[in-house]
């Protein structure tokens, strides 16, 4: 990936523009790569959830920058120096950083993800230097940090979150925020009024803090409705859902043909 294109897309989220991506959770290297040259902004790998390790993640994050079309951003599994930096060390542009509840755990996100003396992250560029180069500073001001807003602290904390020098955008997590605003699973229609406050609530948060706002979303459809709502960004479904979804429609599909051709031969 190209400085160029990296810097333009720190500045795009910066600047509240639109931007929409794509998430990733198998250690597939060359199904991420054709994904990558769709035309998403990024392509987010999950390193919390997601069904890859480390060297799934260095090598999704080079099969995205083979496209030389959308950057990449990491997921990682826990707020600490260790996995961001090894996340940023391996080429992420930008670390979406979970279970945030207060601006301290959004100060800490943005230490671990900054060279001093804006934090603590220890250097060790390794493929990140070939993107941005070996200054410090110039890693400072190309690397993005989102903190996830998901949980009862993190949303009662909301505008504090924001409000964190160095934080780029917050990223909401749908599934644990309908838990959080007492959903007994995500998607329980029985809290749909409580999650959409909460999702705008959030919204406006970010935007009275001119940061940007992310989520997460299950489909292209939703995706639009959300940025139609104030998000300035989103990321859709993912590469495990897609391939399970596609797969059944092909075989319904199939099974349905078969069983219309047998009915007319039949009559």
Same mark, same amino acid.
């Given at each position: 990936?190209?400085?160029?294109?990296?810097?333009?897309?720190?500045?795009?989220?910066?600047?509240?523009?639109?931007?929409?991506?794509?998430?990733?959770?198998?250690?597939?290297?060359?199904?991420?790569?054709?994904?990558?040259?769709?035309?998403?902004?990024?392509?987010?790998?999950?390193?919390?959830?997601?069904?890859?390790?480390?060297?799934?993640?260095?090598?999704?994050?080079?099969?995205?920058?083979?496209?030389?079309?959308?950057?990449?951003?990491?997921?990682?599994?826990?707020?600490?120096?260790?996995?961001?930096?090894?996340?940023?060390?391996?080429?992420?542009?930008?670390?979406?950083?979970?279970?945030?509840?207060?601006?301290?755990?959004?100060?800490?996100?943005?230490?671990?993800?900054?060279?001093?003396?804006?934090?603590? =992250?220890?250097?060790?560029?390794?493929?990140?230097?070939?993107?941005?180069?070996?200054?410090?500073?110039?890693?400072?001001?190309?690397?993005?940090?989102?903190?996830?807003?998901?949980?009862?602290?993190?949303?009662?904390?909301?505008?504090?979150?924001?409000?964190?020098?160095?934080?780029? @955008?917050?990223?909401? @997590?749908?599934?644990?925020?309908?838990?959080?605003?007492?959903?007994?699973?995500?998607?329980?229609?029985?809290?749909?009024?409580?999650?959409?406050?909460?999702?705008?609530?959030?919204?406006?948060?970010?935007?009275?803090?001119?940061?940007?706002?992310?989520?997460?979303?299950?489909?292209?459809?939703?995706?639009?409705?959300?940025? =139609?709502? @104030?998000?300035?960004?989103?990321?859709?479904?993912?590469?495990?859902?897609?391939?399970?979804?596609?797969?059944?429609?092909?075989?319904?599909?199939?099974?349905?043909?078969?069983?219309?051709?047998? @009915?007319?031969?039949?009559?």
């Amino acid at each position: 990936m190209t400085s160029e294109l990296a810097l333009e897309f720190a500045r795009k989220i910066r600047a509240r523009e639109q931007a929409v991506g794509y998430w990733a959770v198998l250690d597939a290297p060359v199904a991420t790569e054709r994904i990558g040259r769709l035309g998403y902004d990024y392509v987010a790998l999950d390193a919390q959830h997601g069904l890859l390790g480390y060297s799934g993640v260095l090598n999704g994050l080079m099969a995205i920058d083979a496209g030389h079309t959308a950057v990449g951003m990491v997921r990682v599994e826990d707020n600490n120096l260790t996995a961001i930096g090894k996340a940023l060390d391996a080429g992420a542009v930008g670390v979406i950083v979970p279970l945030v509840n207060t601006a301290a755990d959004a100060a800490a996100a943005v230490a671990a993800a900054k060279y001093p003396p804006m934090g603590g =992250r220890s250097y060790g560029p390794m493929r990140s230097a070939l993107r941005i180069g070996p200054k410090p500073a110039d890693s400072n001001a190309a690397t993005l940090v989102f903190a996830m807003i998901e949980t009862p602290d993190g949303l009662a904390n909301v505008k504090e979150i924001c409000a964190t020098p160095g934080l780029d @955008g917050i990223y909401v @997590g749908p599934s644990d925020l309908a838990i959080a605003v007492g959903g007994a699973f995500p998607g329980d229609p029985a809290i749909e009024t409580e999650f959409n406050a909460a999702l705008e609530t959030i919204a406006e948060a970010a935007a009275s803090a001119g940061i940007a706002a992310g989520i997460h979303t299950p489909a292209g459809e939703v995706a639009a409705l959300r940025l =139609r709502q @104030g998000y300035t960004f989103t990321t859709v479904a993912s590469d495990l859902t897609h391939l399970e979804q596609i797969a059944k429609a092909h075989l319904d599909a199939a099974r349905s043909a078969a069983r219309s051709d047998a @009915g007319t031969k039949e009559g």
